[in-house]
């Protein structure tokens, strides 16, 4: 035979010669690892499929839930009063509201009181952000605006905070033995300006405010009262009032406690809240400034105070210049 037949038949009898104890055990451990790798393998790609289509079904919610925020936005500050028809009874008027998220806690509210001259402002820091703070400011300045409509224009500031935090117990009746602190509730100040009598009246709970007198030329922060109100009737306790008579000139800053809460710091030094001492500061330096600019000036403050820091709460305030 030739060298070809020869190297064929080697090979054949290479190839049908039995393989022994160890190689078989080799073989069958090489297949059982291909099995293990391949069903491995499967169960992986499974898992991502489950993880995508679970990824896209949140992502698809979170966008909803997004849209859906946004829309409320849009609702919540169509329920804002116009600027331009605040800036008729007063000589200059200013006012910033930022909510944290796209719809908070925070709110203004404005009136004129019947058909006199007398108008109604306040400022509303309702607990939580987001929607269930959202809620809760509209049903306040719900209940403000049905006071107003109703025939109980001459009812007091106080008696008309009674009737917000009745009208929160009503909403809230599981809130109605609940603690009278601040868990669930509204800090608020509301205002009558009376230009006829040159008097100015408040009422509030839980919430202050600063007055610039242009007779004294000095500037006082008025804590109106400590707690804010709830859906426990108790609550009531804790609504304070006043009234100065007013000259041209002075003004009245009201803000809620997002402002001065807003923790920042100076360099590398330690952290800390804004204050009441640097707004008061901040205040001083504006005092000659239009509306604008004193809000403006502010906001530049609070916002090189606060740096990388994240915002802590809504912020809303208005300048008032009789």
Known sequence: MGYVENAFLLELSIESEPLDHQ??????SRKARDDLLKAALARVMKQEAITARALSELELAHQQTIESMRYASVLQRAQLPSQADCRQYFADFAVSWEPRDL?????????RVGDSRRVRLAMIDCTGHGIPGAMLAMLVIGAL??????????????????????????AFPQLAEASTGNDVGVD???????PDRKLV???????????????????????????????????????GCGKKSWVKGDRY?????GLTDQIGRIGHGPARAFGNARLMESLRQSVNNAAEEVNHSLGM??????????????????????
């Open 23 to 28: 190689d078989l055990l080799s073989v069958e």
């Open 103 to 111: 719809i908070g806690g925070d709110i203004w509210w404005f009136s």
């Open 145 to 170: 605006g049905r006071v107003n409509q109703s025939n109980a224009t001459n009812l007091s500031l106080s008696e008309t905070l009674e009737i917000v935090q009745l009208a929160i117990q009503t």
């Open 253 to 257: 800053f009201l803000y809620t406690d």
């Open 301 to 322: 403050a609070l916002q090189q105070w606060q740096g990388v820091e994240k915002r802590r709460d809504d912020l809303s305030f208005l300048l008032v210049a009789l």
């Open 188 to 194: 608020l100040v509301l205002f009558e300006f009376d």
């Open 201 to 239: 009246s408040w009422a509030g709970a839980g919430m202050g405010f600063v007055h610039f007198s242009v007779e004294s030329n000095c500037f006082e922060r008025i804590q109106v009262a400590r707690f804010g109100l709830s859906g426990n009737a108790k609550s009531r306790q804790h609504i």
